[in-house]
């Protein structure tokens, strides 16, 4: 039924819990599977006024270096099932990464989709968004969504956040 599944991957529990029901599909299915990083260089853009110009070059880097880690903890699970995927990192460009993940289902000709959500609502939904309800809306395939558990959200909750770890450093 399903050939290609597109899996968005960014290293979070909750995208490799989609990864891990994307393997399940892929091995009933003996479907190929493609693990997609996007490098969301908006995130990069706040940052622009705190830090020098040369800085940012950093930063983007350090989000490239953190999705290709994505990408290898997913292949490795993958093939922990003998599932064999195709990579892909790709920079947002400062477009949105519904958009990018959205593009790369058309190119690659998916015909299933499978991520993770983090299952935001409310106010948080509205401020932070959800590449995950805008690709449901607008994917040209059909498109599984793996919602965080319970644990995942606390385990979230108790990591210290970058600037919390920089003043602990400091």
């Known amino acids: 039924m399903y050939r290609r599944i597109l899996v968005?991957?960014?290293?979070?529990?909750?995208?490799?819990?989609?990864l891990k029901?994307?393997?399940d599909l892929a091995s009933a299915e003996h479907a190929r599977v493609r693990l997609l990083n996007v490098v969301d260089e908006a995130l990069v853009v706040p940052a622009a006024y705190a830090y020098p110009a040369g800085d940012l070059g950093e930063l983007i880097d350090s989000l490239c270096m953190s999705g290709q880690r994505a990408l290898e903890r997913g292949t490795a699970r993958a093939a922990k099932?003998?599932?064999?995927?195709?990579?892909?990192?790709?920079?947002?460009r400062?477009?949105?990464?519904?958009d990018v993940i959205l593009d790369e289902a058309r190119k690659w000709h998916a015909d299933l989709l499978v991520m993770g959500t983090h299952g935001r609502r409310g106010l948080n939904r509205l401020l932070l968004g959800s590449d995950a309800e805008r690709v449901l809306?607008?994917?040209?395939?059909?498109?599984?969504l793996?919602?965080?558990t319970r644990?995942?959200?606390?385990?979230?909750?108790k990591t210290p956040s970058r600037k919390r770890r920089r003043k602990a450093h400091a």
């Open 81 to 92: 099932y003998g599932i064999e995927v195709e990579r892909a990192q790709i920079r947002g």
């Open 8 to 18: 968005p991957v960014d290293g979070s529990a909750t995208s490799m819990r989609g």
């Open 137 to 144: 809306r607008e994917a040209p395939v059909p498109v599984l």
């Open 146 to 148: 793996v919602r965080a």
């Open 94 to 98: 400062l477009r949105a990464v519904s």
């Open 151 to 157: 644990a995942d959200v606390q385990a979230r909750k």
């Open 21 to 23: 029901q994307a393997i």
